[in-house]
T-cell receptor, first 113, second 116 residues
Framework: GENVEQHPSTLSVQEGDSAVIKCTYSDSASNYFPWYKQELGKRPQLIIDIRSNVGEKKDQRIAVTLNKTAKHFSLHITETQPEDSAVYFCAAPRGGYTDKLIFGTGTRLQVFP | DAGVTQSPTHLIKTRGQQVTLRCSPKSGHDTVSWYQQALGQGPQFIFQYYEEEERQRGNFPDRFSGHQFPNYSSELNVNALLLGDSALYLC???????????????FGPGTRLTVL
């Protein structure tokens, strides 16, 4: 069935360093890949997404890359700051429907000052 | 422009009881999806409501049911509660495109359900 794998499960970096989180998906029909940030006790918030017609998308310090052939996509955060500390989830659509998502298991990012 | 709202914020129930959770979508959205997020895990898709009908359903038993009202708000009902139903229940709203696929989802703050 449809599956999304996410690595690593935890990631600790020094402030100012870069962080990379990787996800793989199984459904070749998937065409939309969002990333959500969830702070402790709060709702998941969409931080960036990418559709299958592009290979990379940037928004200030955040970027997402997509390799459809290999079925993987990655989140890149540059110049990390302590407020980037949170759990990050990747997701892929079920059956091609962008509003029915399968989530990865999450990556707990800690940025140390 | 109101975002997604959910009520109640917290709920404590005992095994065997029934619970109803409520969600109001973001203004302009017509689709509500429900997710269960167990502690330390990613959200799991329960089902989606559009045009007052249940659309796709995830791997959840029929103890989980729902409803959508003409104003697009939605309820999630869980019968015969089990300890394992303890989780954060999130609803997410979106706007269906004419093609049938949805746009990006916006999540509500969630309802924390504890089953004792």
């Amino acid at each position: 069935g449809e599956n999304v794998e996410q690595h690593p499960s935890t990631l600790s970096v020094q402030e100012g360093d870069s962080a990379v989180i990787k996800c793989t998906y199984s459904d070749s029909a998937s065409n939309y890949f969002p990333w959500y940030k969830q702070e402790l006790g709060k709702r998941p918030q969409l931080i960036i997404d990418i559709r299958s017609n592009v290979g990379e998308k940037k928004d200030q310090r955040i970027a997402v890359t997509l390799n459809k052939t290999a079925k993987h996509f990655s989140l890149h955060i540059t110049e990390t700051q302590p407020e980037d500390s949170a759990v990050y989830f990747c997701a892929a659509p079920r059956g091609g429907y962008t509003d029915k998502l399968i989530f990865g298991t999450g990556t707990r990012l800690q940025v140390f000052p | 422009d109101a975002g997604v709202t959910q009520s109640p914020t917290h709920l404590i129930k005992t095994r065997g009881q029934q619970v109803t959770l409520r969600c109001s979508p973001k203004s302009g959205h017509d689709t509500v999806s429900w997710y269960q997020q167990a502690l330390g895990q990613g959200p799991q898709f329960i089902f989606q409501y559009y045009e007052e009908e249940e659309r796709q359903r995830g791997n959840f038993p029929d103890r989980f049911s729902g409803h959508q009202f003409p104003n697009y708000s939605s309820e999630l009902n869980v019968n015969a509660l089990l300890l394992g139903d303890s989780a954060l229940y999130l609803c997410a709203s979106s706007l269906k495109r004419r093609s049938g696929t949805g746009d990006e989802q916006f999540f509500g703050p969630g309802t924390r359900l504890t089953v004792l």
